[in-house]
């Protein structure tokens, strides 16, 4: 379609694909209706799906997964409340501040650990007392997988244990929670889903992103109990987030989850493929992936240089970010092929600048 256009290899983010001949299929039959009107069946259908699948009472298809934490925090906070998240956690760093500028909720950031967890010290300390100066502690707000590192389903279930403990709800923003769930799976032996749902059932709220490594085009679903979706509903209404003959985005989503979830682990080996080939070279520091996101750090003489890989790769058609690191992310619309040139450009560069 825009074939022309399209960069050969890119590596920006898993929510640059498009959507596969399969989910347009799904998409041009969707049966339809007014979603605000609550008669979307396809919308409808997915909503169901998803919160049986990860074992809640209810979900709601959201059009962005900032739109369906922002309303997670705002149905489990009240104005004045806060919420204990990581420094990177995505609904504190990137979503605009959105918690507190519409919500009056204030962020409690913590720092990560070296495993992107959070230390149930610091969560334990960053609990404020019940008492007039403070702001009211309400929720603990987890994020897996964390820029591509699944947490520990250990630290996980006592994180969430600390959080009930001290009174606190637990969301988990699940923008990836698939990859998690391949990616421990494959450890495990269990199924995806049943690892999916055993990580959700951990939290009062979970948040899952279509429009990432599943491949959809737009949307999120948010989970959570009956009376907590209800709130969310409301919520989502004010944010302007009521779409109407959704369904058409809604049956990409549910053709992702029956079809985009397993080959998740393509994504990792790739991202695997991709950490290997990189290894090798000399001032180039990889982090080894866990799975769809690689970061990559530029170190002793060839630091002075990393400005200059990103636009060297892109005039030979290869995307990837580096707002804090270089990031490379691999996705359905790349291949071993794709990643294979990404490594030639990346060794042309050392070959030919250091
Ligand atoms: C992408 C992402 C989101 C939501 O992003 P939208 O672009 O608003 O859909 C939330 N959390 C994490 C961890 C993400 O990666």
Redesign the pocket.
Known sequence: MHESLTPAVDLRSD?VTRPSPGMRAAMAGALLGDDVFGDDPSVNALQKKIAELLGFEAALFMP??????LCAILSHCRRGDEYIVGQF???YR??GGGAAVFGSVQPQPLEHQADGSLSLSDIEAAVKPDDAHFACTRLLAL?NT?GGKVMAFDYLRQATELARRRNLACHL?G??LFNAAVAQAAVTGAGIEAEARRIAQLFDSV?V?F??GLGAPVG?ALCGSAEFIARAHRLRKMAGGGMRQAGVLAAAASWALDHQVARLAQDHALAQRLATGLSGIAGVQVEPPQTNIVFVDLVGPAKARAAELLPFLAARGVLATGLYRLRFVTHLDVDAAAIDRTLAAVHEFFRLRT
Do not use: I, V, Y
């Open positions: 929510t962005t997964g900032t739109q369906s934490n956690a995505h609904c990137w979503e994020e964390l923003d923008a990836r948040s992103c429009s990432k999120s």
